[in-house]
């Protein structure tokens, strides 16, 4: 890859952070393992060819055209998060996976409406994933689990909540994040 496609891709990737939280590519591997998908089985669910869902990965192309599939990716996320803390079963989620393939979408703004995401206090599990989703594009997770051991002589507690947060699974943030609140 030479440098104009280099600065191309990085900066797709960072027009994806702005727009969707995080870059594509991080946010649709995290997607494919808390659901245990591939990348073809992930592209039909969300209703994009396959091709699409790579280049949206690599960084190729930065935005999700069709406001449909942004939802459908919401509610995948949110899936993920309920099978993560074990609230959904993995055939509760194979047939949620099926009604999400299905929907339309609809508007991406509501006015009182139902939205794809609970209005309202956010969830501890959302919170754990933007926690999540910031150390994860802050730096990769042998990086964090690098930085962490280095803390752990002195200050053992930072020293795990980068672990936990940084590198380690969902349903375990979540616990630690429940353990730590007064």
């Not at 993995?90 to 703004?109: D, F, H, N, T």
């Not at 933007?130 to 990086?143: C, K, M, N, P, T």
């Not at 002195?154 to 969902?170: Q, W």
């Amino acid at each position: 890859m030479d440098t104009a496609q280099q600065e191309a891709t990085a900066r797709a990737r960072e027009l994806q952070r702005s727009w969707y939280g995080e870059p594509l590519g991080a946010l649709f591997r995290r997607l494919i393992d808390d659901l245990g998908l591939n990348q073809a089985r992930l592209a039909a669910v969300l209703g994009l060819s396959a091709p699409m869902l790579s280049q949206l990965m690599s960084g190729q192309r930065a935005k999700i055209g069709n406001p449909a599939v942004v939802q459908r990716v919401q509610h995948l996320q949110e899936l993920a998060g309920q099978v993560a803390d074990g609230s959904v079963s993995a055939a509760e989620a194979a047939e949620r996976m099926e009604e999400i393939k299905k929907s339309q979408g609809g508007s991406v703004l509501t006015n009182g409406g139902q939205t794809a995401i609970s209005s309202g206090a956010p969830t501890v599990k959302r919170v754990v994933r933007e926690i999540q989703s910031l150390l994860r594009s802050v730096s990769a997770a042998g990086d964090i689990i690098e930085a962490a051991n280095a803390l752990a002589p002195s200050h053992p507690e930072l020293a795990e909540f980068l672990k936990v947060y940084g590198a380690g699974r969902t349903s375990d943030a979540v616990a630690h994040y429940e353990a730590h609140q007064s």
